[in-house]
């Protein structure tokens, strides 16, 4: 059974940058697409960035496009997300997810979540 760790989360001046990580307790299935969302209070979880395992491709939300860097090291079976230039609508629960394919962005095809780290961002 997988499960997913995830680490890193804090408080951060905005413009300042914080990393998180997820740690996969044993490997997913190869391809498994492995991707980070968010929620914060009143708004819709979203997708922030994925990566299919394997592929060297990555996708993220407009958002965050340009400011966050989504990563991966096969040797600990840990996802990264390095976060810049924070904003204060960043400030959200942060949670990794990993699942066998579909719309990256789209809860529903995720088979394991983690327990989620919190990410606040001060102006």
């Known amino acids: 059974q997988v499960q997913l760790v995830e680490s890193g989360g804090g408080s951060v001046q905005a413009a300042g940058s914080l990393t998180i990580a997820c740690e996969a307790t044993v490997p997913t299935g190869k391809n498994y697409v492995r991707t980070w969302f968010r929620h914060a209070p009143e708004k819709q979880r979203e997708g922030v960035a994925a990566m299919p395992i394997g592929s060297g491709n990555t996708n993220y939300a407009d958002s965050v496009k340009g400011r966050f860097i989504i990563s991966y090291d096969y040797d600990k079976n840990t996802l990264y997300l390095r976060m810049n230039s924070l904003k204060s609508e960043d400030t959200a629960m942060y949670y990794c997810?990993?699942?066998?394919?579909?719309?990256?962005?789209?809860?529903?095809?995720?088979?394991?979540w983690g327990q989620g780290t919190q990410v606040t961002v001060s102006s």
């Open positions: 997810a990993a699942g066998p394919g579909g719309p990256w962005h789209q809860a529903q095809f995720y088979d394991y």
